[in-house]
């Protein structure tokens, strides 16, 4: 059993997240987490890589991505210029080898985390592709006849925005945590962590007015907690008082990033709600 984990001066851990974390650990599975943007989703990796003062690698998948960058990839081109210009012994093709995120977690000599962000990006066979080095914890490499085993296994984290189904063979590896989207009290224990010196009125009015934009059905990109603390922070250093503008939203451009959203929120509505 590993340290407890807990909170951080930049993270709160909620009861239910902490257990499921300490729970992917303790049963050494990869910890896939789900959440609308804005969950603290990422931040979740960084936080228990500081937490246990352990190195944090970052794999950010793109659509492009393959499972096989992770591991590793055989820079061909890099050893055909040195054939062509004479510089190195091009016979010696482990220096060619370029080992990815998990390619270094597998070899590295203490323990490590690791975050494979946003895994939903990539092709459906990405998962998959996947499931063999993630069970076995090691991998081939084929053009030295290596095998790479991690002789500590490291901490891994998977976040998914949902923008595509995950393989049921994928998901039964896994441990999985929803993260909900933080209750007003959550959220003003979050941004008061983040602005400390926030008077506690213009909290309650930025709250309340952020939850209500959050309510509206005509806004299709709610605002998420990284575009309130950014307002926050704008009406803050701007000396606004939110109870003084009525019915106005200042820096409205912090929170909202569509034009379409932006043109459906009514003024009216804004008015018959705040003033």
């Not at 590295?108 to 946003?118: A, C, H, M, N, T």
């Not at 002789?151 to 995950?166: A, C, G, Y």
């Not at 939110?242 to 912090?254: A, C, D, H, S, Y």
Request: include cysteine; aromatic fraction near 8%; hydrophobic fraction near 40%.
């Amino acid at each position: 059993m590993m340290t407890e984990l807990n909170s951080t001066t930049t993270y709160l851990l909620s009861d239910e997240l902490k257990a499921a974390t300490q729970l992917a650990i303790d049963l050494e599975k990869p910890l896939l987490i789900k959440g609308e943007p804005g969950t603290g989703k990422t931040v979740l990796a960084e936080a228990v890589a500081e937490q246990l003062q352990v190195p944090l690698i970052r794999w950010h998948v793109k659509s492009t991505t393959k499972a096989a960058d992770g591991l590793y990839i055989y820079d061909t081109i890099q050893r055909l210029n040195d054939a062509r210009f004479g510089d190195g012994d091009v016979k010696d093709i482990s220096r060619y080898i370029k080992y990815g995120p998990l390619g270094q977690a597998f070899r590295s000599d203490k323990r490590v985390v690791v975050l494979i962000d946003e895994i939903d990006k990539a092709d459906i066979e990405f998962p998959n592709d996947l499931l063999h080095e993630l069970d076995r914890m090691s991998f081939d490499v084929l053009e030295t006849n290596e095998t790479v085993t991690a002789n500590i296994r490291p901490i891994v984290f998977m976040t998914s925005n949902n923008e595509k189904e995950l393989p049921d063979a994928f998901l039964r590896r896994c441990i999985f945590h929803w993260i909900d989207f933080p209750s007003q009290e959550l959220m003003r224990d979050i941004v008061k962590m983040h602005q400390p010196a926030i008077e506690e009125r213009l909290l309650e009015d930025a709250l309340e007015r952020f939850y209500w934009l959050r309510s509206q059905h005509g806004i299709r990109k709610h605002p998420s907690t990284s575009e309130l603390l950014d307002w926050v922070k704008a009406l803050s250093q701007n000396g606004v008082s939110l109870e003084k503008v009525g019915q106005k939203l200042p820096f409205l451009g912090t929170l909202l990033k569509r034009e379409q959203d932006m043109q459906a929120l009514q003024p009216t509505s804004i008015r018959n709600r705040f003033v």
